[in-house]
C-alpha cells in the first residue's frame, strides 16, 4: 500500500462548482499534513497546512479525519484559475523534516 | 527575499554520464531536501542535508548522493545516468530538522536523459 494515496482524475468541473478531493495516508502516526498545488511544469507550491481538525483559507478547506486515516480539500466556487494538480502531502518530523507526497488529483475547470 | 534557486533549469544528458545539480536555499533556511518527480507522479524524497551532513535518505540507489556546503547550498550528483533518472528534480529548503516547518521549493532542474 502507498503511504498517501489520491485518486488521480481528473475532475473536470465547471466555473464556480464545488470540488471535493480525499487523500488517504497509511502511517497513523502521522502528525502533520499539507496540501500543495502544482501548476503544469512548475514546483509544487504550498497551499495549505492540516493540522488536528482541519482549516480553513477562503475558498479552500481542508479537514482531518484521524479515524479513517484520510485528509480531504474542498474548493468552493471554482476559478479557472483553480486548474492545477492538487498534491496531498503527510509531513514525518522528529530528527528530520521529510514529505511524503501523493501522486496528485488533477483538477480542470472550464468555463 | 531570495527564494530557492536551482541550476541549470534543463539539462540533456546520455547513459552513463555523471550530472551535477546545484540548489540554493531560502535567505534563512539551514536545512535542504532533494526529490525527483517522474511525469504523471508526485515528487519522491531522495535525501535531506543538515549541518553539511545526509540526515534522511529515501529509496534511491548509491548513485545518487549529495553535499551541502557551510552557506546551507546543496549539489545532488548522480552517476552511471539511466534512462528512468529523466525527472524533475526539485530542491526544497527548511528551517532545521524536529519542527513543522513547511518545505519551500525550488523551480527544479529538468534532466533528459538520452
Known amino acids: 500500500r502507498k503511504e498517501v494515496e489520491q485518486d488521480p482524475g481528473p475532475f473536470n468541473v465547471p466555473e464556480g462548482a464545488t470540488v471535493a478531493f480525499n487523500c488517504t495516508y497509511s502511517n497513523s502516526a502521522s502528525q502533520s499534513f499539507f496540501w500543495y498545488r502544482q501548476d503544469c511544469r512548475k514546483e509544487p507550491k504550498l497551499l495549505m497546512s492540516?493540522?488536528?481538525s482541519g482549516n480553513e483559507d477562503g475558498r479552500f478547506t481542508a479537514q482531518l479525519n484521524r479515524a479513517s486515516q484520510y485528509i480531504s480539500l474542498l474548493i468552493r466556487d471554482s476559478k479557472l484559475s483553480d486548474s492545477a494538480t492538487y498534491l496531498c502531502?503527510?509531513?514525518?518530523?522528529?530528527?528530520?523534516?521529510?514529505?511524503?507526497f501523493g501522486a496528485g488529483t488533477r483538477l480542470a475547470v472550464h468555463p | 527575499d531570495a527564494g530557492v534557486t536551482q541550476s541549470p533549469t534543463h539539462l540533456i544528458k546520455t547513459r552513463g554520464q555523471q550530472v551535477t545539480l546545484r540548489c540554493s536555499p531560502k535567505?534563512?533556511?539551514?536545512?535542504v531536501s532533494w526529490y525527483q518527480q517522474a511525469l504523471g507522479q508526485g515528487p519522491q524524497f531522495i535525501f535531506q542535508?543538515?549541518?553539511?551532513?545526509?540526515?534522511q535518505r529515501g529509496n534511491f540507489p548509491d548513485r545518487f548522493s549529495g553535499h551541502q556546503f557551510p552557506n546551507y547550498s546543496s549539489e545532488l550528483n548522480v552517476n552511471a545516468l539511466l534512462l528512468g533518472d529523466s525527472a524533475l528534480y526539485l530542491c526544497?529548503?527548511?528551517?532545521?530538522?524536529?519542527?513543522?516547518?513547511?518545505?519551500?521549493f525550488g523551480d527544479g532542474t529538468r534532466l533528459s536523459i538520452l
Open positions: 526544497a529548503s527548511s528551517l532545521g530538522l524536529n519542527r513543522n516547518q513547511a518545505q519551500h
Open positions: 542535508y543538515y549541518e553539511e551532513e545526509e540526515r
Open positions: 492540516v493540522y488536528s
Open positions: 502531502v503527510n509531513h514525518l518530523s522528529g530528527g528530520y523534516n521529510k514529505l511524503i
Open positions: 535567505s534563512g533556511h539551514d536545512t
